[in-house]
Nanobody, 121 residues
Framework: QVQLVESGGGFVQSGGSLQLSCVASGLRFSIDAMRWYRQHPGNERELVAGITSTGTTTYTNSVKGRFTISRDILNDAVYLQMNTLKPEDTAVYFC???????????????WGQGTQVTVSS
């Protein structure tokens, strides 16, 4: 079993910055893609940013130029640097990862528990 644990959420004023972290732990696994999603109250989760095992990144249009996703392969971690935050960025942020267990071909998608980000105007 793999666990994803997020941290770094909090309260910040508009224009401020936060960095989210997500670390995977468990036995004998490797990670393909990792992603950050967010969920506004009453809405479905939306993809914010993703990064492949080779470092290719994608972003939703509303965060391009403000957010940066990165990962630490050795420590099984993914980060989301969020700059110039806006009130509309307020949401619960979730990380997920496509996990491959040792000796297996298929991958399994795991989710973290979420971390609240609140941006005041």
């Amino acid at each position: 079993q793999v666990q994803l644990v997020e941290s770094g959420g909090g309260f910040v004023q508009s224009g401020g910055s936060l960095q989210l972290s997500c670390v995977a732990s468990g036995l004998r696994f490797s990670i393909d893609a990792m992603r950050w999603y967010r969920q506004h109250p009453g809405n479905e989760r939306e993809l914010v940013a993703g990064i492949t095992s080779t470092g290719t990144t994608t972003y939703t249009n509303s965060v391009k130029g403000r957010f940066t996703i990165s990962r630490d392969i050795l420590n099984d971690a993914v980060y989301l640097q969020m700059n110039t935050l806006k009130p509309e960025d307020t949401a619960v942020y979730f990380c997920n990862a496509d996990i491959r267990y040792s000796g297996q071909i298929e991958t399994y998608r795991y989710w973290g528990q979420g971390t609240q980000v609140t941006v005041s105007s």
